[in-house]
């Protein structure tokens, strides 16, 4: 457990968690530095702090694209992406952050992972 139910990104992994319980894993990650500011993993393999700076390149690719393109007016409100067995989600925020999710695609139903994102997302703005 890398995070104190104190600050609103520790609030927001805890919610996430009683909703998902059997997530792979979750971390709320500033967007500007890459760092994690909250996280939790149910699975040793995956360490959602490393993963969260990779996923700020993603983040900042998609938006120097849409910038390319001139896609005015538009945000991206999450992203994602489907492996073999896992989702990945990120849900982006008005305020640099975004959610990093990881679940079983087996045990978990898309649009209840990303209600579940869209639900706690306005926790952190």
Known sequence: MAYSTNNAAGKVVQEIINDLPGLVAVAVVDTTSGMSLASHTNSPSINPDTAAAYNTEVVKQKQKAMAALKLTGEVIEDILITLSNQIHLLKITENNKFIYLVVNSRDTNLAI?????????PALN
Do not use: C, N, P, Q
């Open 113 to 121: 992972a990303r209600e579940v994102l869209r639900s706690h997302a």
